[in-house]
């Protein structure tokens, strides 16, 4: 069965800390895609990153890198130098032989000023 | 549009009344979803369209829950007698093909209130 699990339910970082927000996942199959989402106060989700299993290069984009060690099947997420405008929910998801996306339960994301 | 747009953005309703949520997806996105999501949870998967068709209404809870997409674009949630526990804010999403885990971009949400 497919799982995610972000075992960080809320963190809280004063502004220009780093921060590194964990994902682990479970899925029998071999060709599976992961992915991160962003949602603000405001509430809408913003699409961060999509990596497929075959690709286990870390990603950086600007402040934000991603960690992808298929070894111990987890996918993390850090921002480097945090921001107030940080501040939201993250969450970590799985496709595999299915579309669905199979959610995390999000990690609260506070950055104090 | 340039992204997924849903309306209302917000929709007060009576235990027992009937609701329709909309959401006009990215243009020439074939695949389509919703969502549910509750207060301090992820999303809740109700439907995936392909086109015209319901691929997969796995997630919808029960039969006061529909949805439709007549013409392969806009779609429409339908919630017959609604029930307090239907409260919740309603998502969708728009991906190009559906295929190889197309990226999936979600719009602002309906948020339902049923008192």
């Known amino acids: 069965a497919q799982k995610v699990t972000q075992a960080q339910t809320e963190i809280s970082v004063v502004e220009k800390e780093d921060v590194t927000l964990d994902c682990v996942y479970e899925?029998?199959?071999?060709?599976?895609?992961l992915f991160w989402y962003k949602q603000p106060p405001s509430g809408e989700l913003v699409f961060l990153i999509r990596?497929?299993?075959?690709d286990e290069q870390n990603e950086i984009s600007g402040r934000y890198s991603w960690n992808f060690q298929k070894s111990t099947s987890s996918f993390n997420f850090t921002i480097t130098a945090s921001q107030v405008v940080d501040s939201a929910v993250y969450f970590c998801?799985?496709?595999?032989?299915?579309?669905?996306?199979?959610w995390g339960a999000g990690t609260k994301l506070i950055i104090k000023p | 549009g340039a992204g997924v747009s849903q309306t209302p953005s917000n929709k007060v309703t009576e235990k027992g009344k009937y609701v329709e949520l909309r959401c006009d997806p990215i243009?020439?996105?074939?695949?389509l979803y919703w969502y549910r999501q509750s207060l301090g949870q992820g999303p809740e998967f109700l439907i995936y369209?392909?086109?015209?068709?319901?691929?997969?209404d796995s997630g919808l809870p029960n039969d006061r829950f529909f949805a439709v997409r007549p013409e392969g674009s806009v779609s429409t949630l339908k919630i017959q007698r609604t029930e307090r526990g239907d409260s919740a804010v309603y998502l969708c999403?728009?991906?190009?093909?559906?295929?190889?885990?197309?990226?999936?971009?979600f719009g602002p949400g309906t948020r339902l209130t049923v008192l």
């Open positions: 243009s020439g996105h074939t695949a």
């Open positions: 369209f392909q086109g015209t068709g319901a691929a997969d």
């Open positions: 990596r497929n299993s075959f």
């Open positions: 899925t029998r199959d071999t060709t599976y895609y």
């Open positions: 999403a728009s991906s190009q093909s559906g295929r190889d885990a197309d990226t999936q971009y």
């Open positions: 998801a799985l496709v595999d032989s299915n579309y669905q996306l199979i």
